[in-house]
């Protein structure tokens, strides 16, 4: 079975500066998907950023960019000049490609942005 | 074009009654998703329907767990008999295709608090 591993339950970091959210997870199929959910005090789930297993090229979304290792099973995501607005749980989420489509979540990183 | 949406927002009820909590995906998703998330955990798989049928029911924890989705639309997660231990956020998903590189959109949850 696949599990998602998320080391680090809180982290702070003061706003503009750079951090790196730590995520390991475990599969033995070659073909899968890996996100980093955003969510907010408001519970709506976002989806931040997405890495298909077979592109060696690390996704990047403006401010956010990943780290995958897949030798390593290791997908950290980095936010880069951290504003206010990335206060909120972050969730690092396994799926497996071409199966039942359900997503595997880590038990998440509550990350606050102070002024 | 709307998000997925979700109501009630709130729940509230007593041990041993029975709850529906509703889910509207978004227009044209055929995919649908049930997650649970407890207190401080990552959301975890419950239920997927892949038009009116559900195509994977492992993730309900028992059989006071239900789901309908009769019109290839809106779904209905029926709890019955309700637990203390069933209090958690249940959160809705929707995609337009399964199994490819589609992104599942959340709604904001409803919060069930049984006393």
């Known amino acids: 079975a696949q599990t998602v591993t998320q080391s680090q339950p809180e982290m702070s970091v003061q706003e503009a500066e750079t951090v790196t959210l730590s995520c390991t997870y475990d599969t033995s199929e070659s073909n899968y998907y890996l996100f980093w959910y955003k969510q907010p005090p408001s519970r709506q789930m976002i989806l931040v950023i997405r890495q298909e297993a077979y592109k060696q090229q690390n996704a990047t979304e403006n401010r956010f960019s990943v780290n995958f290792q897949k030798a390593a099973k290791s997908f950290s995501l980095k936010i880069s000049d951290s504003q206010l607005g990335d206060t909120a749980m972050y969730f690092c989420?396994?799926?497996?490609?071409?199966?039942?489509?359900?997503?595997?979540f880590g038990k998440g990183t509550r990350l606050h942005i102070l002024p | 074009g709307a998000g997925v949406s979700q109501t009630p927002s709130n729940k509230v009820t007593e041990k041993g009654k029975y709850v529906e909590l509703r889910c509207d995906p978004i227009s044209g998703h055929t995919a649908l998703y049930w997650y649970r998330q407890s207190l401080g955990q990552g959301p975890e798989f419950l239920i997927y329907f892949q038009g009116t049928g559900a195509a994977d029911d492992s993730g309900l924890p028992n059989d006071r767990f239900f789901a309908v989705r009769p019109e290839g639309s809106v779904s209905t997660l029926k709890i019955q008999r309700t637990e203390r231990g069933d209090s958690a956020v249940y959160l809705c998903?929707?995609?337009?295709?399964?199994?490819?590189?589609?992104?599942?959109?959340f709604g904001p949850g409803t919060r069930l608090l049984v006393l």
């Open positions: 998903a929707s995609s337009f295709i399964p199994g490819g590189p589609e992104t599942q959109y």
């Open positions: 989420a396994f799926m497996q490609l071409n199966r039942d489509d359900k997503i595997i």
